[in-house]
Every structure is written in structure tokens, then in C-alpha cells.
């Protein structure tokens, strides 16, 4: 039982690498224009919750559950309104420029 909750804490130390690529990702497709803003802006508040859960659970365990789902719900709005974008709208084919 001892290697299944380091399992689980490792998962925890994972989660935090997890939340922290969302910073850089959230901000290049906020300049990016290549997606809309607002899921930059929406990108940015997943990371922390993601990284904010995760030493919830590590450091206070009493408040890990509810911890863990206010990350789900900003993690589900900000990666999961990304990927819907990705899905349905997808990277349309731009003409290249030719050389003159």
C-alpha cells in the first residue's frame, strides 16, 4: 500500500509540471493570433489551478478533494474550450505567399 500512495504523490508532483506548461502555452496563444484571446486568458487561470491544487493536496490533504475539483473546472474550461476550438474550427490552410 505504501508504493500506491507514492504513486498518488507522485501524480501530485507531476500535476504541478502539468499546470506550469499551461503559463507559457497561455500566453503565446494569447499573441499568438493564431487562436482566439480569450483562450489564452483561459489558459492561464487552468495553470494555476492545476498547480494550486496540487500543493493543496501535498501540503493541506484535508483540502485536497475540493482542491481538485476547482482545478478540474478551470482545467476543463481553459484545455477543454482549446481543444473544442481545435476540433471544430481547426488550422485552416493558408495560401503561401509566392516569392516575386
Known amino acids: 500500500m505504501a508504493f500506491f500512495h507514492?504513486?498518488?504523490d507522485g501524480l501530485l508532483l507531476a500535476?504541478?509540471?502539468?499546470?506550469?506548461?499551461?503559463?507559457?502555452?497561455?500566453?503565446l496563444v494569447?499573441?499568438?493570433g493564431f487562436l482566439p484571446?480569450?483562450?489564452g486568458v483561459m489558459l492561464i487561470p487552468a495553470g494555476l489551478g492545476y498547480v494550486a491544487a496540487s500543493f493543496t493536496s501535498l501540503l493541506l490533504p484535508a483540502y485536497g478533494?475540493?482542491?481538485f475539483?476547482?482545478?478540474?473546472?478551470?482545467g476543463g474550461l481553459g484545455e477543454g474550450s482549446t481543444?473544442?476550438?481545435?476540433?471544430?474550427?481547426?488550422?485552416?490552410d493558408r495560401p503561401l505567399t509566392e516569392p516575386a
Request: proline residues 2%.
Open 6 to 8: 507514492l504513486h498518488g
Open 83 to 92: 481543444m473544442l476550438w481545435l476540433l471544430i474550427k481547426g488550422a485552416k
Open 37 to 39: 484571446r480569450i483562450l
Open 15 to 27: 500535476q504541478i509540471f502539468w499546470g506550469l506548461w499551461l503559463f507559457p502555452f497561455g500566453v
Open 69 to 74: 475539483h476547482v482545478a478540474a473546472v478551470l
Open 30 to 32: 494569447y499573441r499568438s
Open 65 to 67: 478533494d475540493f482542491a
